[in-house]
């Protein structure tokens, strides 16, 4: 599953993450995205960029490029 495939209220949980840009993958996993944490999608910007999730009790907003390198399971 990918986070262009969610909608505002999904949750998901994250598996992994993709290769691609080492120091962004390190600053996804510092921020608390990490391998079998849980968050919910909570909104999205008019033109469907950035989103913003809520995870770990904060929200925090990503480029929707940028969270591609997420792997996802819905729940």
Known sequence: ???????PGDRARVTG?????RDYRQRLMAMGLTPGIEFALTRTAPLGD?????????????RKGEAELLTLESI
């Open 50 to 62: 950035p989103i913003e999730i809520s995870v770990r009790g904060f929200s925090m907003s990503l």
């Open 17 to 21: 993450l993709k290769k691609g840009d």
């Open 1 to 7: 599953m990918k986070i262009s495939d969610m909608h």
